[in-house]
C-alpha cells in the first residue's frame, strides 16, 4: 500500500496562494488516481479535487473550482494542489488520496490517506 504525505499548509491572509504537496513511499503513484479532500472544525470531510493518473482528467467541487488546480509529476511521486484567492471557508485540514481509480477516490473511497496538513485563511 502506498503511504502518503502532505506538506505545504500554513497561514495565509484571504486573497493569497498556497500549494500543496502529497509526497508517495512505498509504491509508485503513477498508475494511481489522486484526490484532496479538507475537513473544518465540525464539518464533514469535503471533497475538494481530483486528478485521474494520466492527468487528463480534473474534477473540482464547484466552490474551488477556477481557484484551485491539481497538477501531478509522477518522477517526484508527488501530486499539487495550487490554491489561489483564498478565502476564511477555504480554512480546514488537507488530505490526500489515492485509489485504483478516480471515481473511486471522488467518491472518497481512497485506498489510501495522508495525515493531514493544515491550512488556515484569515479574513
Known amino acids: 500500500q502506498v503511504q502518503l504525505a502532505e506538506s505545504g499548509g500554513g497561514l495565509v491572509q484571504a486573497g493569497g496562494s498556497l500549494r500543496l504537496s502529497c509526497t508517495a513511499s512505498g509504491r509508485t503513484l503513477s498508475y494511481y488516481a489522486m484526490g484532496w479532500f479538507r475537513q473544518a472544525p465540525g464539518k464533514e470531510r469535503e471533497f475538494v479535487g481530483a486528478?485521474?493518473?494520466?492527468?487528463?482528467?480534473?474534477p473540482y467541487a464547484d466552490s474551488v473550482k477556477g481557484r484551485f488546480t491539481i497538477s501531478r509529476d509522477n518522477a517526484k511521486n508527488t501530486v499539487y494542489l495550487q490554491m489561489n484567492s483564498l478565502k476564511p471557508e477555504d480554512t480546514a485540514v488537507y488530505y490526500c488520496?489515492?485509489?485504483?481509480?478516480?471515481?473511486?477516490?471522488?467518491?472518497?473511497?481512497?485506498?489510501?490517506w495522508g495525515q493531514g496538513t493544515q491550512v488556515t485563511v484569515s479574513s
Open positions: 488520496a489515492a485509489g485504483g481509480s478516480l471515481p473511486r477516490v471522488v467518491g472518497g473511497m481512497g485506498d489510501s
Open positions: 486528478i485521474s493518473w494520466t492527468g487528463g482528467s480534473t
